[in-house]
């Protein structure tokens, strides 16, 4: 059966960075587009950033713009998240998330995502 792992959370002070990785197994993962996404506590979940299944294409929330980079290596079924300047609203659980797709999809709403990981937590302290 498919399986996302998310890996890489902690807590990390204002202003400083973390490195996420979702290891995918169950699927022929270079025909996925991939997210990350993020809920924080009492909020709903939001889109982070997306790529679609060659790394060529992404997009980003405007919140995360020019602080967060989305990247994949269909060798090793991994798609990570780079993550620069963080601040105290970044604190959530982060999710990856998998869609078979086209070769230029990609997804920014959550509900056309078929696979979903059990998350993992960053917090960020000010």
């Known amino acids: 059966q498919v399986q996302l792992v998310e890996s890489g959370g902690g807590l990390v002070q204002a202003g400083g960075s973390l490195r996420l990785s979702c290891a995918a197994s169950?699927?022929?993962?270079?025909?996925?587009?991939m997210g990350w996404f993020r809920q924080a506590p009492g909020k709903e979940r939001e889109f982070v950033a997306a790529?679609?299944?060659?790394?060529?294409?992404?997009h980003y929330a405007d919140s995360v713009k020019d602080r967060f980079t989305i990247s994949r290596d269909n060798a090793k079924n991994t798609v990570s998240l780079q993550m620069n300047s963080l601040n105290a609203e970044d604190t959530a659980v982060y999710y990856c998330?998998?869609?078979?797709?086209?070769?230029?999809?990609?997804?920014?709403?959550?509900?056309?995502?078929?696979?979903w990981g059990q998350g993992t937590q960053v917090s960020v302290s000010s």
């Open positions: 790529v679609n299944w060659s790394g060529a294409r992404m």
């Open positions: 169950g699927l022929t993962f270079s025909n996925y587009a």
């Open positions: 998330a998998a869609r078979r797709s086209g070769y230029w999809d990609i997804y920014i709403e959550e509900k056309k995502y078929d696979y």
